[in-house]
Nanobody, 124 residues
Framework: QVQLVESGGGLVQAGDSLRLSCAAS????????VGWFRQAPGKEREFVAS????????IYADLVKGRFTISRDNGKNTAYLQMNSLKPEDTAVYYC?????????????????WGQGTQVTVSS
């Protein structure tokens, strides 16, 4: 019903910035909350940020607050994650996800649709 494709990952140095994109297809996700998650080797998938369907509410993990910004452009059916001041510990595969509901949520188990992920590597 909904397909998500992430893009924008890459190899950067500590302190650099990246903007990840999450393009949705199949139907509009304007009423669905979107989340970003990441998973590093040997670690569980962890919450990064989430935005409500309306775009009016956002939440962030403490470790990225002040550095990352989640946003969306419903006209383009796309969500974004702007990542500034990147640190080596940000290295992970980043996934976008969408919920059937419109409320943001920090748990990956609450999301119904997932992209394949994009690799972000931050060198020291």
């Amino acid at each position: 019903q909904v397909q998500l494709v992430e893009s924008g990952g890459g190899l950067v140095q500590a302190g650099d910035s990246l903007r990840l994109s999450c393009a949705a297809s199949g139907r509009t996700i304007s009423r669905n909350a979107v989340g970003w998650f990441r998973q590093a080797p040997g670690k569980e998938r962890e919450f990064v940020a989430s935005i409500s369907g309306s775009g009016g509410s956002t939440i962030y993990a403490d470790l990225v607050k002040g550095r990352f910004t989640i946003s969306r452009d419903n006209g383009k059916n796309t969500a974004y994650l702007q990542m500034n001041s990147l640190k080596p510990e940000d290295t992970a595969v980043y996934y976008c996800a969408a919920r059937e509901g419109g409320l943001f949520h920090s748990s990956p188990t609450r999301y119904d649709y997932w992209g394949q992920g994009t690799q972000v590597t931050v060198s020291s």
